[in-house]
């Protein structure tokens, strides 16, 4: 069996896989909106400073998700 695309998930965060789907699947519902349509955002930051890095490769699009901890002011 041939495939024609696929998704990498990097998950480097304590959070269950399920939760990663979900900041995940927030990205891709927003479309391929950069490189001329070609790629989902580059990176997210969603307002719980929950991070989405994604790139495009060949056949798959590869998605790092981290939690970053708030910064002491």
Not at 2 to 27: F, G, H, P
Not at 29 to 52: L, W
Not at 54 to 65: E, G, N, Y
């Amino acid at each position: 069996m041939e495939y024609k695309e696929s998704i990498i998930i990097r998950n480097a965060s304590d959070m269950l896989m399920t939760e990663c789907m979900l900041y995940i699947t927030s990205v891709i519902q927003q479309g391929r909106i950069s490189d001329d349509g070609k790629s989902y955002c580059f990176a997210t930051r969603f307002s719980d400073n929950v991070i989405v890095v994604a790139t495009r490769r060949k056949c798959s699009d590869v998605f790092a998700i981290w939690k970053e901890e708030p910064k002491c002011e």
